[in-house]
């Protein structure tokens, strides 16, 4: 069965200093990957995802996440982050196996430190 | 540009009592799909429906149960409802019918806080 691993439940990180999130997938076939980030008390917005193509995606606040087939990973990074980036930040899977349904992970807080 | 629309956006309701979310999905949308977040949790997968028929069924409970309408939109009725039933109620609309077998990308309202007292 396929899931979606992330192994930190709360990352804190200093205001401008480098944040990478880690999600790793299991999946016996080809799988599209996303992330999504939600704000405390909002809904959950899609950030980036990967479908094909470029194994590098970007979103437009500055983060950008990696598809990593050997390694199965999928992780989040930013190289300066913001007190605005605090939120929690869902990875998911979806792929034919679960009729495109999102297989999500636990979820990462980021905590920014001023 | 149209999002999902979920309402209420918050409600309260006493234990045993029944209650009903709606989500209206962005125009020319045929999937809504159904997810309850609890406290501190990751959103589980309810239920979704493609074209006013049920699709697929998640971690449902038999108290719940959902319909998809001619206009598109959706509701989710729950009954006897427990306090374990308090979280945030997420709806998702894709439109499932363009590209079938592939993934089309879900846009989630911003929820329905259920908090059961």
């Known amino acids: 069965a396929q899931s979606v691993t992330q192994l930190d439940s709360q990352v804190p990180v200093f205001e401008e200093a480098p944040v990478e999130l880690r999600c790793n997938y299991s999946?016996?076939?080809?799988?599209?990957l996303f992330w999504y980030v939600q704000y405390p008390n909002q809904g959950l917005q899609l950030l980036l995802k990967y479908l094909s193509g470029s194994t590098l995606v970007e979103s437009i606040n500055g983060f950008e996440a990696e598809f990593n087939k050997s390694q199965t990973s999928f992780h989040l990074r930013k190289p300066s982050v913001h007190i605005s980036d605090t939120a929690e930040y869902f990875c998911?899977?979806?792929?034919?196996?679960?009729?495109?349904?999102?297989?999500w992970g636990a979820g990462t807080k980021l905590i920014i430190k001023p | 540009a149209a999002g999902v629309i979920q309402s209420p956006r918050h409600l309260i309701k006493e234990k045993r009592e029944t209650a009903t979310l709606k989500c209206y999905p962005i125009p020319r949308h045929d999937t809504v799909y159904w997810y309850q977040q609890g406290p501190g949790q990751d959103p589980q997968f309810l239920i979704s429906?493609?074209?006013?028929?049920?699709?697929d069924k998640g971690s449902i409970p038999d108290r719940f149960s959902a319909q998809q309408f001619s206009d598109y939109h959706s509701e989710l009725n729950m009954s006897s409802l427990e306090l374990g039933d308090s979280a945030l109620y997420f709806c998702?609309?894709?439109?499932?019918?363009?590209?079938?077998?592939?993934?089309?990308?879900?846009?989630f309202g911003p929820g329905t806080r259920l908090t059961v007292l």
């Open positions: 429906f493609y074209e006013k028929m049920q699709s």
């Open positions: 999946s016996s076939v080809s799988v599209y």
């Open positions: 998911a899977a979806a792929n034919m196996d679960s009729n495109y349904q999102l297989i």
């Open positions: 998702a609309s894709s439109s499932l019918g363009q590209s079938r077998g592939f993934y089309n990308e879900q846009f």
